[in-house]
């Protein structure tokens, strides 16, 4: 049986995993809707709440998670 704190270490391992990825090419271009949408749901599951700057950054990489995954799902828009 797998505990908490190993499914904490995965889901860390997995959202820091990401977060390079997106770091090491400055966009969300490589990421599949798949693993933008894991980031996404990630993210939201991270407490920063202890740490006024991180807590800030979470919510804006949030935003621009979002605005990725409405771009791609809701293309129609975009061609106006």
């Known amino acids: ?3 908490m704190a190993e499914i904490l270490k995965k889901d860390d391992f997995r959202r820091v995993e990401l ?3 997106v770091t090491k090419n400055g ?13 996404d749901k990630l993210l939201k599951k991270k ?10 950054s979470k919510q804006k990489l949030l935003k621009q998670i979002n605005i990725e995954i409405y771009k791609r799902n809701d293309t129609a828009i975009w061609k106006i």
């Open 1 to 3: 049986m797998t505990s």
């Open 27 to 39: 966009s969300f271009k490589n990421l599949s809707d798949d693993q933008l949408i894991l980031l």
């Open 47 to 56: 407490d920063y709440s202890n740490e006024k700057k991180a807590e800030k």
């Open 19 to 21: 977060l390079n990825l």
